[in-house]
């Protein structure tokens, strides 16, 4: 399992980035995704997840603000992030879950066997 994070910056506040994460290794769509985020000093967070038929879950603290979505044609994982807040600023992580298909798993973490190294999102006020 290879996971590649890019898209990462800095921003102002209000603005949007577009992570992407390439995947390679294993067969994508069978395997639920998701998105992390750690800053320093804080838990990894669960952000968002999609299973193979494209079913999406936010944690509150993104809801309608971030979507995911992904290629399977192009094995990539994105998020789209738009109205961007000081307090999104953290290393932003993909990641694939040991469940296939659906995300049983939901945000949590352990769940999550496969990681990229991590893009790094500074929001400035």
């Known amino acids: 399992v290879q996971l590649v994070e890019s898209g990462g910056g800095s921003v102002q506040a209000g603005g949007a980035l577009r992570l992407s994460c390439a995947a390679s290794?294993?067969?994508?769509?069978?395997?639920?995704m998701g998105w992390f985020r750690q800053s320093p000093g804080k838990e990894r967070e669960g952000i968002s997840t999609?299973?193979?038929?494209?079913?999406?879950k936010y944690a509150d603290s993104v809801k309608d603000r971030f979507t995911i979505t992904k290629d399977v044609n192009k094995t990539t994982l994105y998020l789209q992030m738009n109205s961007l807040e000081p307090e999104d600023t953290a290393m932003y992580f993909c990641a694939r879950s040991r469940a296939i298909y659906v995300c049983t798993s939901g945000l949590e973490a352990l769940s999550y066997d496969g990681w990229g190294q991590g893009t790094q999102v500074t929001v400035s006020s």
């Open positions: 999609i299973d193979s038929f494209d079913r999406t």
């Open positions: 290794g294993y067969s994508f769509n069978k395997f639920c």
